[in-house]
């Protein structure tokens, strides 16, 4: 079973940009597809952006515009780049792997959930 690790929260300013990277321990190419998540303190885990092998995104409509989802087959890696953030995407990101790109929505998810990683936006 492939292995998940996301890196590369923190904390920045309302307005601020992070770029974060969920890393994989096996080729990404044979992935269907890989969605980043986020959950906030008392509430439940939401997809953010979900992109499919062939490149097909999908997005929270609450970050579209600001956020954008890509990945690298050769570094087996699937990034995150968040601009323009705001105090409402303070939030524990995690990402996992799903059948295909409307599964990132509504599972199954491949594999087990990680640590995630913090990001948290100050006013």
């Known amino acids: 079973q492939v292995q998940l690790v996301e890196s590369g929260g923190g904390l920045v300013q309302a307005g601020g940009s992070l770029r974060l990277s969920c890393a994989a321990s096996?080729?990404?190419?044979?992935?269907?597809?890989v969605g980043w998540y986020r959950q906030a303190p008392e509430k439940q885990r939401d997809l953010v952006a979900g992109i499919a092998r062939g490149g097909t995104t999908r997005y929270a409509d609450s970050v579209k515009g600001r956020f954008t989802i890509s990945r690298d087959n050769d570094q087996n890696t699937v990034y995150l780049q968040m601009n323009d953030l705001k105090p409402e995407d303070t939030a524990v990101y995690y990402c996992?792997?799903?059948?295909?790109?409307?599964?990132?929505?509504?599972?199954?998810?491949?594999?087990?959930w990680g640590q995630g990683t913090q990001v948290t936006v100050s006013s």
């Open positions: 096996d080729s990404i190419s044979r992935i269907n597809a």
């Open positions: 996992n792997t799903a059948t295909s790109l409307y599964a990132t929505k509504f599972g199954p998810w491949g594999v087990s």
